[in-house]
């Protein structure tokens, strides 16, 4: 059986733990270790664009080696 803590949050779940945590601290409580895991929004298989630096895109582009296949 799985506890709260292993079941995948959505991002306003894992926000709401977050922020519940932080006024259990302010409050002089200690919440201890606050530990989730977020809910996929998108397939496995699924791309998405990748955002670099101009120089982050001349590295990659210098050290990625691409097969004729």
Known sequence: MTSDDDKPLTPAQARQ????????????NDPG????RLKRTKKASETYPLKLTPQQRETLL????????
Do not use: C, H, M, W
């Open 17 to 28: 733990k977050l922020q519940k945590g932080l006024i259990d601290y302010l409050a002089g």
């Open 33 to 36: 270790p606050i530990v989730f």
């Open 62 to 69: 210098k050290f990625t080696e691409l097969s004729r296949n």
